[in-house]
């Protein structure tokens, strides 16, 4: 400053200093203004620890007034703990290391809590004394939200991994960023793997194309959206059918940055519903057997006494007339289309209700060894080879059912076969458990079973589907009826059995029949008698079919036998119980209109314990007649029957030969 001034000088110099002074006044103003705006502590102090200045917002958090901050030392606010280091620090600053320093500590306050605190210090100079400017942040607040945050990430895991649907988080190129263990179960990969993989890796081509379109789909409306049923292959190769859910996700400037969505494994449902659709279609195709079944085998029964007429007739001709006679030979063309017209039948009534007559105890591996045999013998060119199992349970059949249902499914495969091949037969016995009849509708249990595979044409799905259908058939027209297998169907459903077949085009077929099992096997040897037996006594004769009754009665009077005729039920009893001395069997028709051949059966029973009867019948319900068999009827014939077969039973059952 110069040793004196002028007056204008003076002014001059007085005017600039207070205009300094209310410039740096301002200063100070803003600085105590932005100070107590701030809601942090802001104090400084000198290097001894003095207190020179603190904010509103420090007397607040210190519980200090203004007085006594600003008598009080930086030591008397600080806990001792971090003196140490401060000391240290300042050391550092004033021999110009750091100018500034950012650190945290943990304040305790009056009641002994603990409260994280962020301090920024700076070094500065007021009118060129150093001071430290301290700005301090209470961050109770800041740790809180940051505890909370982590909570709810872990709180987020937690409920997306406990989950059962997999969550994928993919960026916009369709790589996953983010995903939960359900994901990767599905996906079949560990968390690892799976992340930075694009979805395309474990999708095909198609289903590739699907979700591309719904990504897009999402990423043009920013909508969300659902791709269901599709499929996932997994990291072995597997596949799992899906369904996911797909919504857009945007960063914080709301750009949108990739996708996320929910992915449902529905294999198992998926499943669960095919086999409800399979069983559907098997109870339908087995109500629409038995209804055609109930049709067939009414038209089958009257049919046959038809046949039984036309049958009668041509055999008494037969038996009349000279072999040499030109004529002869008309009639034996006749009796050969009623017996072709009557295989027909057999097979009708096969898959007809109730067309089963005898059961008897049966080894089955006798049985199909005999069969086999004579097919093998009749077509050369099939190789046969059979498998049996050793002590084959019995089982309890009609053995010419079950004869024709193996015959059928011989014929089939000698005719996939046209260039020759094998043909595998194979028994065994069999336990069929819960788990498998709960796919068939059978009863549990043990069965035997028939498998016979030959290596033939095989057949394509449409055809497997159908080939137990009545009259379908792929033969040219007038080479199959269609009724094979439907027989053999019938036949093997009415002994309470089932059967199935595999089969793939070019490759050959397998069909399983499988029968329950009964006890084991007796020897039982059969006499078969294939001429004409003539005989003496009496024989009444039931039935309530005129053409049956005619026809019948000439075939037994050129037998040799007197006859009695009742034309119902009511009448048999009548002349059963005046004639009962004279009688030396009835044969007895099943169906008749008045009493039931089952009653008339047990009525004259009581009349005559040792009555001997032959019970005939086209088509019968497998009940009452196995019912009657049972009781201890000597016989059974089916019509229609011609003089052969009815001589062979009637000098079966009177002399038993
Ligand atoms: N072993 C087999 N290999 C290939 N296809 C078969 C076999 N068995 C049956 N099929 C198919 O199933 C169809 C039905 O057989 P089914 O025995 O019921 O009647 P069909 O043989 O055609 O006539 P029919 O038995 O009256 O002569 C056959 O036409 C054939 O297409
Ligand atoms: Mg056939």
Not at 75 to 80: A, K, L, R, S
Not at 312 to 332: R, W
Not at 457 to 477: H, L, N, S, W, Y
Request: hydrophobic share 35%; proline share 3%.
């Amino acid at each position: 400053m110069p040793e004196y001034f002028s007056n204008e000088e003076f002014q001059a110099e007085v005017e600039k200093r207070k205009h300094a002074e209310a410039e740096l006044r301002e200063y100070v103003d803003k600085f105590n203004d932005l100070a107590e705006a701030c809601a942090d502590v802001v104090l400084y102090h000198d290097l001894q620890g003095n207190i020179a200045f603190i904010n509103e917002a420090g007397l607040k958090f210190t519980g200090f007034t203004r007085n006594e901050a600003l008598r009080a030392n930086i030591i008397d606010v600080i806990p001792e703990k971090y003196l140490l280091p401060m000391l240290e620090r300042q050391k550092r600053r004033k021999a110009g290391y750091e100018k500034r320093n950012v650190y945290e500590i943990a304040y305790v306050n009056k009641n002994g809590a603990s409260i994280p605190l962020e301090v920024n210090s700076i070094m500065v100079k007021d009118k060129g004394v150093p001071y430290i400017l301290l700005v301090v942040r209470d961050l109770r607040l800041y740790k809180q939200k940051e505890r909370e945050l982590s909570e709810n990430r872990e709180k987020f895991q937690n409920i997306l991994n406990s989950i059962e649907d997999g969550y994928y988080e993919v960026d916009l190129k369709g790589r996953i960023v983010f995903c939960n263990e359900s994901l990767c179960r599905i996906l079949g990969y560990s968390k690892d793997e799976v992340t930075g993989k694009s979805y395309r890796e474990s999708v095909d081509e198609e289903n590739g194309k699907k979700l591309l379109e719904a990504f897009n789909n999402v990423f043009k409306t920013g909508g969300t959206s659902k791709v269901l049923d599709w499929e996932v292959i997994r990291k072995d190769g597997s596949k799992r059918f899906v369904e996911a859910s797909i919504a857009l996700v945007k960063d914080p400037e709301n750009v949108p940055a990739g996708f996320r969505g929910l992915v449902r494994d529905i294999t198992e449902r998926k499943q669960a519903e095919e086999e409800h659709k399979k069983f559907e279609l098997q109870m339908r195709h087995a109500q629409k057997m038995e209804a055609i079944g109930t049709l067939a085998g009414g038209i089958a029964h009257d049919f046959n006494n038809i046949l039984m007429n036309i049958q009668g007739n041509v055999s008494i001709m037969m038996m009349e007339i000279d072999p040499a006679d030109p004529f002869y030979e008309n009639l034996k063309k006749i009796e050969d289309s009623v017996e072709k017209a009557s295989g027909l039948t057999r097979q009708i009534l096969g898959f007809a209700r109730g067309g089963k007559y005898v059961i008897k105890e049966i080894d089955l591996n006798e049985l199909v060894g005999r069969t086999a045999q004579l097919f093998g013998r009749a077509r050369k060119e099939i190789n046969i080879q059979t498998k049996f199992q050793d002590n084959a349970w019995s089982v309890k059949a009609d053995q010419s059912q079950i004869e024709q249902a193996l015959l059928n499914i011989y014929l089939n495969a000698w005719q996939a076969m046209p260039s020759g091949g094998n043909l595998y037969i194979v028994t065994g016995n069999v336990l069929i458990d819960e788990n498998y009849i709960k796919k068939f509708a059978i009863t549990p249990g043990r069965y035997v079973m028939i498998s016979i595979t030959d290596t033939g044409v095989g057949m394509d799905e449409a055809t497997k589907q159908r080939v137990f259908d009545p009259f379908f058939t792929t033969r040219e027209i007038g080479r199959g009826t269609g009724l094979g297998l439907a027989s053999v169907y019938g036949i093997i459903k009415n002994h309470d059995g089932f059967i199935n077949v595999y089969s793939e085009k070019g490759k050959g077929s397998t069909f399983n029949i499988y029968l329950p099992a009964f006890g084991k096997v007796k020897e039982e040897k059969k006499k078969e008698t294939e001429s004409r037996i003539p005989g003496t006594g009496t024989i009444l004769f039931v039935d309530d079919e005129q053409m049956i009754i005619d026809v019948g009665q000439a075939i037994l009077k050129k037998l040799g036998y007197n006859v009695i005729i009742a034309k119902g039920g009511q009448e048999a009893v009548d002349l059963y119980t005046k004639n009962r001395d004279k009688i030396d069997l009835v044969v007895l028709d099943m169906i008749m209109p008045d009493i039931p051949g089952s009653e008339v059966f047990d009525r004259i029973r009581e009349l005559n314990p040792t009555v001997k009867v032959l019970l005939s019948s086209g088509y019968a319900l497998d009940v009452q007649t196995s019912g009657i068999m049972e009781k201890g009827c000597n016989g059974f014939i089916q019509k229609p029957f011609n003089v052969k077969k009815l001589s062979a039973k009637l000098n079966e059952i009177l002399h038993g030969q």
